[in-house]
């Protein structure tokens, strides 16, 4: 029974949309301004998502990359954001893990760590 004793925590995050132009109708134009809140409000998720496994005594988390695919952040944002948060956050004693959709997402983020 390895998972006897164990909680677990789920905090939902989201990014902000840039553009539309994969015809969806999230309405926000592409714009330097519009990356810029972007940006700011996902570093804020990845911060509070820190802070509250932090709070908790989480051991190990598992965070996924916000704001990807049909969303158009730029994966460097992703990252650049996340580990802006993990700056930020004593997350010593937390096995921060990212949970990827697929294993070219793997490959690709773990090319943007290097």
Known sequence: KPYEGKKVHLAYASA?????????????????SV???ANIIM????IASLK???????????????????FN??????????LNAL???DVSG?????????NKETAEFNSLLS
Do not use: C, H
């Open 16 to 32: 902000i949309p840039i553009g539309n132009e994969r015809g969806l109708p999230y309405g926000n134009p592409v714009s330097e």
């Open 35 to 37: 990356k810029t809140v």
């Open 43 to 46: 570093e804020a998720q990845y």
């Open 52 to 70: 509250a496994a932090k709070a908790l005594n989480v051991k190990e988390l598992f965070l996924m990359p916000l704001g990807g695919g049909v």
């Open 73 to 82: 952040n730029k994966k460097s944002d992703i990252i650049n954001n996340l």
């Open 87 to 89: 700056r930020k956050v």
């Open 94 to 102: 937390i096995d921060v893990k990212l949970l990827t959709y697929s």
